[in-house]
């Protein structure tokens, strides 16, 4: 569970700025700012979601140690 974790934070960011470097680029044939913008906004809060995850995840790693 750690390795995939830590495999996963970091394609996470590698990933995130590929995408936002692509959508950033086409951004005008593909959507329009307002739909980058909500896209932005849900990645946003999914990436958020993952690091609650991530941190429920560290917290119940913890208690097994203990």
Excluded: C, P
């Excluded at 951004?27 to 932005?40: H, N, Y």
């Excluded at 979601?49 to 790693?61: F, G, P, V, Y």
Aim: glycine residues 0%.
């Amino acid at each position: 569970l750690k390795t995939a974790r830590s495999q996963w934070l970091t394609s996470r960011e590698s990933l995130k700025r590929q995408a936002t470097d692509f959508l950033r680029a086409e951004q005008k044939t593909l959507i329009t700012e307002d739909e980058f913008d909500a896209q932005r906004a849900r990645l946003t809060a999914l990436d958020r979601q993952i690091d609650r995850l991530n941190a429920r995840l560290k917290q119940r790693e913890s208690k097994t140690h203990e």
